[in-house]
Nanobody, 121 residues
Framework: QVQLVESGGGLVQPGGSLRLSCVAS????????IGWFRQAPGKEREGVSC????????YYTDSVKGRFTISKDNAKNTVYLQMNSLKPEDTAVYYC??????????????WGQGTQVTVSS
């Protein structure tokens, strides 16, 4: 059974850091691209980052470049999103999802349930 389970969200002050995890089961990460997306209240879902099957290629939306880092541990079937220098506008529910290559935002075929990230003082 395919599953994606996100964790690591929470409340953090502006300028703080969080690391999100996406644990995959029912498939192996070396066969699928994993993307991170977010949806803020009243806004459309947007792509944040993705990582290729090998981990050698990554992509970030402009608003998080230099602040967020995506990585993966195929042995643990886990993808991480390290988020630094967080801003209030990063507040959203964050989702991970999978698709076949290439690493890009587009149609993903399976989604996790999401984890809430709130950046506030």
């Amino acid at each position: 059974q395919v599953q994606l389970v996100e964790s690591g969200g929470g409340l953090v002050q502006p300028g703080g850091s969080l690391r999100l995890s996406c644990v995959a089961s029912g498939f192996t990460l070396d066969s699928y691209v994993i993307g991170w997306f977010r949806q803020a209240p009243g806004k459309e879902r947007e792509g944040v980052s993705c990582i290729s099957t090998s981990g050698g290629s990554t992509y970030y939306t402009d608003s998080v470049k230099g602040r967020f880092t995506i990585s993966k541990d195929n042995a643990k079937n886990t993808v991480y999103l390290q988020m630094n220098s967080l801003k209030p506008e990063d507040t959203a529910v964050y989702y991970c999802a999978k698709k076949r290559r290439p690493c890009q935002f587009g149609v993903y075929d399976y989604w996790g349930q999401g984890t809430q990230v709130t950046v506030s003082s």
